[in-house]
């Protein structure tokens, strides 16, 4: 692995990898009730299947036991029902909602890595933890504003994404990138099929053309964001995230005329600081019990 000594350029291909986020959100955001949630999903991952195909090989190649297929269905439940409350919640809720309540996931992600694979979670990342469920407070405002349906799907959508990122690191140290991330776009399509088609309406060419852009944008967003992994540490690249949330406050303002919430950047800002100080924790953990280069495994 080339050593991620390329700060600047990790920085880089975040910001674009925000920024084809934020295209996603936004685009999913304008075809809104047109499509109905769940259809609207299937749609954007079928269409995104072109991109499956230089995976197919490493797939057919890796000879998934039985036990890893079940752990890819697992997988793929979680994420198919996450995507559709995401969907749900975009037609819902503002798109600086949406953006972050994301954010939870990689906190859910720590106390699940805590609960059920028996990680360690010292005071310190707990308070962290602690912190960011205090900036959801922030964000929802129970008592003193309406909590909309869009806030619950939320909440839901970044534990079921905490729950297949938990599966998928039990899955990285067995089978190659590559099958993970295709057998979650089989996995997804086929698990969305029947929701959509229970809920099926006619879509027009432009709300196809538009879903087929969300696959185009996702796709580019995974693999940007793969680049800045490899270019520098994840405690270089993680608070950069954060421009996603000012960005979805710009665009939902511009262009959707959305209000803009200080509460939702407040609440958004303390769960990304959490969730960056998590992640140098998590850095400094690993540095500690590395192993020296002679013995580091290739």
């Not at 819902?92 to 994301?102: K, Q, W």
């Not at 967003?221 to 949330?245: C, D, K, W």
Request: hydrophobic residues 60%; glycine residues 8%; proline residues 6%.
């Amino acid at each position: 692995m080339a050593e991620q000594n390329r700060p600047l350029a990790g920085v880089i291909w975040m910001i674009v990898t925000g920024l084809n986020f934020v295209a996603v959100t936004a685009i999913v955001k304008h075809v809104g009730s047109d499509v109905p949630a769940a259809q609207g999903a299937f749609l954007r991952y079928l269409l995104g299947l072109v991109f499956l195909l230089p995976m197919i090989r490493p797939i057919l190649a890796a000879r998934l036991t039985s036990r890893q297929l079940k752990l890819f269905a697992g997988r793929g439940l979680a994420h198919t029902l996450g995507v559709i409350l995401w969907f749900y919640a975009m037609m819902r809720i503002p798109l600086a909602d949406v953006t972050a309540m994301n954010y939870l996931s990689p906190v859910y992600v720590t106390l699940g890595a805590a609960l059920l694979l028996k990680e360690p979670l010292p005071p310190r990342r707990l308070a962290a933890v602690v912190a960011a469920l205090v900036g959801a407070v922030i964000i929802l405002r129970p008592g003193f504003r309406e909590i909309d349906p869009g806030h619950i799907a939320m909440l839901a959508t970044a534990l079921l994404f905490a729950t297949g990122y938990l599966i998928a690191k039990q899955l990285s140290g067995e089978v190659s990138a590559a099958v993970v991330v295709g057998m979650l776009s089989i996995t997804v399509t086929i698990g969305l099929a029947p929701f959509a088609w229970a809920v099926w309406v006619p879509v027009s060419l432009e709300n196809l053309g538009w879903l087929f852009l969300v696959a185009c944008f996702a796709t580019a967003g995974h693999y940007s964001m793969t680049l800045a992994f490899t270019a520098a540490p994840l405690t270089v690249t993680q608070p950069v995230t954060f421009l996603q949330l000012i960005w979805a406050v710009l665009l939902g303002a511009v262009v959707f005329s959305e209000a803009v919430d200080g509460w939702v950047v407040l609440g958004g800002a303390v769960i990304m600081g959490s969730v960056s100080f998590i992640t140098w924790r998590e850095a400094r953990a690993k540095a500690q019990i590395t192993p020296a280069a002679p013995q580091t495994k290739g």
